[in-house]
């Protein structure tokens, strides 16, 4: 199989029901912020995070696959047939689990403070940003997505946060309060 397929020469591209769209259309704009965020989660990976955040980011990029399907699909058509394209409230209560984890290596926050840091821990925090660009793309989408996707991104969000402040934190670069 080609990379390419000519198909969307003219600006348009098929969802998975098969409906014809524009490329700005409010739904691809959505699936491409989350796949925009998987990018940028794969580029922190490429930072020699720590396993246990290598490995945890490996089944969120995974479980964002499975979101940018569902966003994909306005009809519903891959759901019954896609097992791994899903997201559930066991997937929620995952990332819930984990900020819950990665917040007893961290002081209580007292003020904001300001991204960067080392390279993953800024390059999480742009995850971050743009994990939020991602959710405010899918509140636009009408018919809504359903509530699950719309907790897992937010919950996600305030996890690429803890763990922009982990990373920071192992790697003893102080945090800088605004």
């Known amino acids: 199989m080609k990379i390419y397929t000519r198909t969307g020469d003219a600006g348009q591209t098929s969802l998975f029901d098969g409906t014809r769209v524009s490329k700005s259309d409010p739904r691809v704009d959505a699936y491409g912020e989350v796949d925009e965020l998987n990018a940028w989660l794969g580029l922190s990976r490429a930072q020699s995070l720590d396993p246990d955040l290598d490995e945890a980011l ?3 990029q995974k479980d964002l696959f499975a979101l940018g399907a569902k966003l994909a699909d ?6 019954s047939r896609v097992t791994k394209a899903t997201i559930e409230d066991d997937d929620v209560a995952r990332l819930e689990a984990l900020i819950d984890k990665l917040e007893e290596e961290l002081p209580p926050l007292s003020r904001f403070i300001l991204a960067g840091g080392s390279e993953a821990g800024a390059a999480l925090h742009v995850a971050r ?16 997505p359903d509530g699950i996707l719309i907790r897992y991104i937010n919950r996600l969000s305030d996890l690429l946060f803890v763990m922009a402040r982990v990373v920071n934190r192992r790697a003893a670069i102080p945090e800088v309060e605004w």
């Open 129 to 144: 940003a743009v994990c939020r660009r991602a959710e405010r793309r899918m509140m636009s989408l009408e018919p809504a």
């Open 74 to 79: 306005p009809a519903s058509r891959i759901a």
């Open 58 to 60: 490996i089944i969120i």
